[in-house]
């Protein structure tokens, strides 16, 4: 079985594609990065440890971290990043069970509007709340 349950990438794949997470959205503080870590299947690394900035350059898909990666386009991409097919099957779903009627009352540009603000204030509140080392 696939270490994804939702049938779909690996969980460093979405994250390096966007998914939300905090590390790369917010500043992790400068004497944590020098800890040591797990490096996940990384090819560039040969060891089985590495630093945690090293962990968050690949992570975060980044050249340079310095410890403040801001990337906020990440508040944006959980909308449209599905974690696999089974969650892209759900959300489908629910979205022409609830979504199609909510359009037709209220309309397309006013259900726009709240799905995009509804998106991105729900990452922002799970962001608040997630600690700032992705462990």
């Not at 979405?14 to 905090?22: C, D, E, M, Q, T």
């Not at 990666?69 to 609830?98: E, K």
């Not at 397309?108 to 509007?113: F, G, L, Q, T, V």
Request: charged share 15%; hydrophobic share 40%; aromatic share 12%.
């Amino acid at each position: 079985m696939s270490e994804n349950p939702m049938a779909g990438p690996s969980i460093m794949t979405l994250i390096r594609n966007g998914a939300k997470f905090v590390p790369c959205m917010k500043s992790t503080q400068e004497d944590f990065l020098h800890y040591q870590t797990t490096c996940p299947s990384i090819p560039s690394f040969t060891n089985e440890t590495c630093t945690y900035e090293e962990y968050l350059w690949y992570a975060c898909n980044v050249e340079n971290l310095k410890g403040f990666p801001y990337q906020v386009y990440r508040f944006i991409i959980p909308m449209f990043l599905h974690a696999g097919i089974i969650h892209l099957l759900t959300n489908l779903m629910s979205q022409l069970y609830i979504g199609i009627p909510l359009e037709r009352k209220f309309g397309s540009i006013r259900i726009a509007i709240i799905y995009i603000l509804s998106g991105i204030g729900g990452t922002l509140l799970s962001a608040i709340g997630l600690p700032r080392t992705g462990k």
